[in-house]
Structures are given as C-alpha cells and as structure tokens.
C-alpha cells in the first residue's frame, strides 16, 4: 500500500500546536524545531504518516534522549571498588561540599586574602600533603601520569633513565610507561630482565647522560616466583653517589598503612621519602580516596624546578578538585574516624558478613522478578580493589549469581545484563561461567536498587528460549557495548579462574520466595 506522505504536517503546523509550545517551553525554541524536523525526516524514510501530536510525541522523545547527562549513576556490582570505567574513588560528603561552595561562587584560588595579592593555587593543599607525608615541599597536576610526565620532562629532557625491565608497566587504555618517557622528552635505558634486576645492573647503566633514576611500582601486576627487586634505599643511594635525583612512582598511592584495617600493606610516599626517594608520585582517585589528581612530593628544590616547567600550566589542577583534594586530605587528620568518613575505605573494609546479609535481603526481592526466567543464588566470591592496586589481594564477600533457565549458551546470560543495565540507574555487574553475578560489597543504596527492580524488562520469550537479540526490548549498541563486565573487563587484571566462590545453599528457582515456595 502506497503511503502519502504529503500527508505529514508541516513543520510550523506543528510548532504551533499546544503540545509542541510544551515542549518549547521546556527545551526552547531551536532544540524543539530540530526535533521537529528530525522526526519528520524518521517519518518519510519510514514511509509512515503521523497527526501533530504524533510528531510532537516523537520529538519529544528525541529531546528527551538527547538532553539527558551523558554521565549518569550507576550501581557498581562488579566487585571492583576503585573501577576505572565507573570513575573510582567515591568521594566523601565534606569533598563533595567543598567541591561545590568554590564552583558556585568566586574562591580564593590565586587570590592571598590577608595580603591582599596574588597566591598560588597548590597552597591550598601543600601544607596537608608534606604533614602527611613528611615531604619538604608538594605540588599537584591532572593525575598521575601528567606527574610523571612532569617530572620527566623538567629532571631528564633530552637524557636518559634507566628503569628496571620489571617496572615498564602498561596501566588502563594501552598507556605504557615507555611511551609516556618517550613523549615527555626522555630516552629509557632498559636494565636487568623482566624478574630479576639487580643494583649492578642500574651501576653499569649509568653514564655522562644518565638524568636520574626512577622506579616504577608495579601495582596493577605482580612477578612471582624466581625474582629479585633493588630495594628502593639501595637505589637511592646509588643515584645520591652520582649526584643524580631518584624519583618513585607509588601508582595508586595511599597515605596510611592499609594495615591498620586489616588490608594488605601499600607502599606509602612517606615510606618512599624515608628510603631515599627525591620525589614520589602517586594518585588522588585511587587508595587515597580523592578526585582524579597527580601528587608530586619531596624535596623543596625539585618541586620548584617542576612548578617553573610551562608543562605545569597545562596540567594544573581547577578550584574544584583542589577544594574536594584539600577536603579529603582533612579527613586523615583523623585516622580513627577515616573508615567511617572515606567511602573508598569503607568499602574496602567492609565486613564479608555485612555484605552476606545484604545478600539475604536482595535475593529474594530479585528472585521475584526474574521468576521463571532464571535461578538465583547466593555465592561467597572474592572482590577487587582495583585501578591497579594490590591486584593479587582479594576481598571476601556475597553474590547474587543469576543464572537463566533453559539453556547452556551464554546468549540469555547477555540478555539479562543487557535489562539490569536498561533500568534508570543501570546495574552493571559481571558475567562469569555464564552466569550474571552482582557482587553487593558496593550496594549501600539498597532501597534505590530494590525501588527500580520492577522496571526490568523482559523479551516476550523465556530468557533461554535462545530468541533473537532484537526481541530483548533493549537499545541494540555495537557489538560488545551492552555487555555486563567480565572478568576481561577488569582492567589491568586477568580472568580469576583462580578464585573459588562455594555457593551457599539458600537458592530460589520458579516461583518466588514471598510467596513461601523454596526450593
């Protein structure tokens, strides 16, 4: 059948229609006559026809999408609390409050009040960071790269570096140490092989060209087995004996001794400035449970050198993320208090037990809307710390493993995180021997999870029917971009096909579990 599509309204016939002044009202003159147009041109290509209110209604949802954040709240239930792809570190009330007084209004970023003249923006946050690191002077840039690179750049441009063959890292987005030398001026001499280097090594490579000496932590991987490492004294002593500056570069970083929670010990700056280190770079984002940042610490003389380098103006840090960096730092002030007030630690030291129980509470609010369509279980399994930190030390704790019924193939499994992360607040967890699990040491807000568990939608077949992808009712994306993580996904870490996760007995399949039927 032939459609006229002469029949469709003209473009100001519609923008003059009640229903279009809405949406004028609401998104404004020019957003609302390109959906406008943008919908008549779907119409003609679809060779179908629409009244006015039909075409409002499409370009309504047309502004809606594209006026909707691109960044949007996520529940993390990957198991990896400091996950790169969902921003890391969660940052506490006070750096979120201090973050926004100074964006909302003018601040005293470069401004020295009592002098009535022009200050320095790293004052702002100079006087926590040698406090707790027991550093002569600090400065701060992007983020940890933009450090090292700064540090390169302004000690070595030009010169060589030698850096143990162990420590020439790749961190996340194929980003490897090499390259980052590279372009910050530097030429990198290799020494020693990838599991043992020894100081010998570091002694034949230094020459007439030899800038400096660096190591480089390697926190996202660990070499074990028939190994040996410079211990960083040693190192320090060697490059102090030719006069040469020795920098470390921590990664994640942390300011105190995650050992006092029962955590796996992390090199700290201040332990690295004790053993000899000039200067030390590390991460705000990441342990230290800050924003997205670079710290440069040590002596006074260096952090002059690199606050003079033009590279610094470039990467220097906005008010923002100075207050919210100056508000976190505040916080370990008080050790005693900084589980309850950190969120990156909270998480990290919360209680396998606690989660369990959280796990008990979910189970049976999810079993009622996958009832019928999968299995869910409770598992023990093991959490992550991420962002590259202690990527061998796992966290104990509770998952809920879904499992769709009917079907061996790892399509359903797809399917169903393709719905979690369809819901308002998308629910990302990982997929792992075809089963959709939601580890819950992250969940806090369990009431916002559980409100929004009625808005899953399903395909009209059962999940392991093995129906199309086109059925699920869920925004096709490329290939690979509606996935739940995987283990693969994690980055810097391999599959954990080494972790057991025993499944505890309490399990739900069929009917749902308020009604009283367990099986």
């Known amino acids: 059948m032939t459609v006229d599509l002469s029949r469709l309204p003209a473009v100001d016939r519609v923008l003059k229609g009640s229903a279009a002044l809405a949406l004028i ?16 041109a779907d119409l003609r290509v679809a060779k179908a026809v629409a009244d006015t209110d039909g075409v409002v209604a499409l370009a309504a949802d047309k502004l809606a999408a594209r006026m909707a954040p691109s960044q949007r709240p996520m529940f993390n239930l990957t198991g990896t609390v400091l996950h790169t792809n969902l921003g890391r570190a969660l940052l506490a009330d006070a750096a979120i409050a201090a973050m926004t007084e100074v964006l909302a209004r003018p601040s005293n970023l470069e401004f020295n009040v009592a002098g009535g003249s022009r200050g320095e923006r790293d004052d702002h946050v100079r006087g926590w960071l040698t406090q707790l690191t027991g550093a002569e002077d600090a400065t701060v840039v992007n983020n940890n790269a933009a450090a090292v690179v700064l540090v390169l750049n302004t000690l070595a441009q030009g010169k ?22 590279a372009r910050a001026g530097c030429r990198l001499v290799e020494v020693g092989t990838t599991n043992r280097t020894h ?34 004294a040693e190192l320090a002593a060697l490059a102090h004996k030719h006069g040469l500056p020795f920098a470390n570069d921590l990664g994640s970083g942390q300011l105190v001794d ?53 590279l610094k103006r470039a990467l220097r840090l906005d008010k923002g993320r100075l207050a919210a960096l100056e508000a976190t730092l505040r916080l370990y002030a008080d050790p005693d208090r900084l589980a309850e007030r950190l969120p990156t630690l909270r998480l ?11 796990a008990q509470r ?24 991420g962002s590259g930190a202690l990527p061998v030390d796992l966290l104990p704790s509770h998952a809920l493993s879904i499992k769709a019924m009917g079907t061996k193939s790892g399509a359903a499994v797809e399917r169903l995180a393709d719905a979690f992360r369809a819901l308002p607040v998308p629910v990302i967890g990982r997929i792992e021997d075809d089963r959709l699990k939601f580890d819950l040491r992250c ?18 077949a059962s999940l392991g029917s093995g129906g199309s992808k086109a059925s699920t009712g869920v925004a096709e994306g490329r290939k690979g971009s509606r996935r739940g993580l995987s283990n693969q996904d994690h980055v810097g870490f391999p599959p954990r096909t080494d972790v057991s996760t025993p499944r505890v007995e309490t399990s739900y399949r069929g009917t749902s579990p308020l009604r009283g039927e367990k099986k």
Not at 31 to 39: G, H, L, M, Q, S
């Open 199 to 232: 100081l010998r090594d570091f002694e034949a490579a230094i020459g007439p060209e030899t800038a400096m000496l660096m190591k480089v932590h390697p926190s996202n991987y660990a070499v074990v087995g028939f190994t040996n490492t410079v211990p960083e």
């Open 258 to 310: 995650l050992e006092r929670w029962g955590l796996p010990h992390e090199p700290t700056p201040r332990e690295a400035l004790a053993a000899g280190a000039d200067l030390v770079t590390f991460s705000g984002d990441k342990l230290l449970g800050g924003p997205q940042c670079g710290i440069v610490v040590g002596r006074k003389d260096l952090i002059q050198k690199l606050n003079k380098n033009p």
């Open 443 to 460: 969940l806090e807000d369990e009431a916002g999870f559980a409100e929004q568990l009625a808005e899953l939608v399903f395909p009209p």
């Open 362 to 385: 979910m189970l049976p609010l999810v079993a009622r809307v996958l009832e019928g369509k999968a299995e869910v279980v409770i598992e023990a399994c093991r959490s992550q710390i």
């Open 160 to 181: 060589a570096v030698p850096v143990s063959r162990g420590e020439l890292i790749e961190i996340g987005g194929a980003f490897r140490v090499p390259d980052i030398m």
């Open 348 to 358: 990290l030291t919360r209680p396998a037990a606690d989660i369990e129980a959280v």
């Open 25 to 40: 009202e609401r998104y404004g003159r020019m957003p609302a006559t390109e959906a406008v147009r943008a919908a008549l």
